[in-house]
């Protein structure tokens, strides 16, 4: 078993629908979680960060942790094209130290 | 302000050969870390340097070494090349005690 699990999609909306993208993890010693996104070819971009259990919101993002159950999720409101990507969780238990990645789901927003 | 650079963009290598790969910081990091991203995976940590200093080290066999130079440019050495280390290879870059890494983008690497 991975010790982070992400499904790899791919994961079709339409314009303007909200997305739920979420992964589950092993390691109760992580503390801080993370979700990057990839465009193609590209590297990985830091989307949002978090170290606590609860929610937390930036534009039309927002991460939520659940500890007691090791799940964290990210959504996305009033998707747009340009939200088409791979979207990956990553994990760790000091952030400044190895993370531990989930493989990737890809994301495609119908216009 | 340039980001985290990387070179080559794309490398060709046959098995058995060496290859060196090397990456530029963002202005005023610190720590690099090298991870290997295989096709549809995520990334995986290979090592962290900081202060010259290999600092903590994944899942990875002694083929792959590196070097952090004082400028905190650093390089990756993979030798004895194998089919299976093509993919893509990233730098990314932090200061010490941050919770940010910026990752550059990447040199993919085939290996024929």
């Known amino acids: 078993q991975k010790e982070v699990e992400q499904d790899p999609g791919p994961l079709s909306v339409p314009e303007g629908a909200i997305v739920s993208l979420n992964c589950t993890y092993s390691?109760?010693?992580?503390?801080?979680f993370m979700w990057y996104r990839q465009y193609s070819r590209k590297g990985p971009e830091l989307l949002m960060y978090?170290?606590s259990s609860g929610n937390k919101e930036d534009g039309r993002f927002t991460a939520q942790v659940d500890k007691s159950s090791k799940y964290i999720s990210l959504f996305i409101r009033d998707s747009q094209p340009s939200d088409s990507a791979t979207y990956l969780c990553?994990?760790?238990?000091?952030?400044?130290?190895?993370?531990?990645w989930g493989a990737g789901t890809k994301l495609i927003i119908k216009p | 302000d340039a980001g985290v650079t990387q070179s080559p963009t794309h490398l060709i290598k046959t098995r058995g050969q060496q290859v060196t790969l090397r990456c530029s910081p963002k202005?005023?990091?610190?720590?690099v870390s090298w991870y290997q991203q295989a096709l549809g995976q995520g990334p995986q940590f290979i090592f962290q340097?900081?202060?010259?200093?290999?600092?903590q080290r994944g899942n990875f066999p002694d083929r792959f070494s590196g070097h952090q130079f004082p400028n905190y440019s650093s390089e990756l050495n993979v030798n004895a090349l194998l089919l299976g280390d093509s993919a893509l290879y990233l730098c990314a870059s932090s200061l010490v005690g941050a919770d940010e890494q910026f990752f550059g983008p990447g040199t993919r690497l085939t290996v024929l």
């Open positions: 978090t170290y």
């Open positions: 340097y900081y202060e010259e200093e290999e600092r």
């Open positions: 990553a994990m760790g238990v000091d952030s400044n130290y190895q993370l531990i």
């Open positions: 390691n109760s010693a992580f503390q801080y």
């Open positions: 202005s005023g990091h610190d720590t």
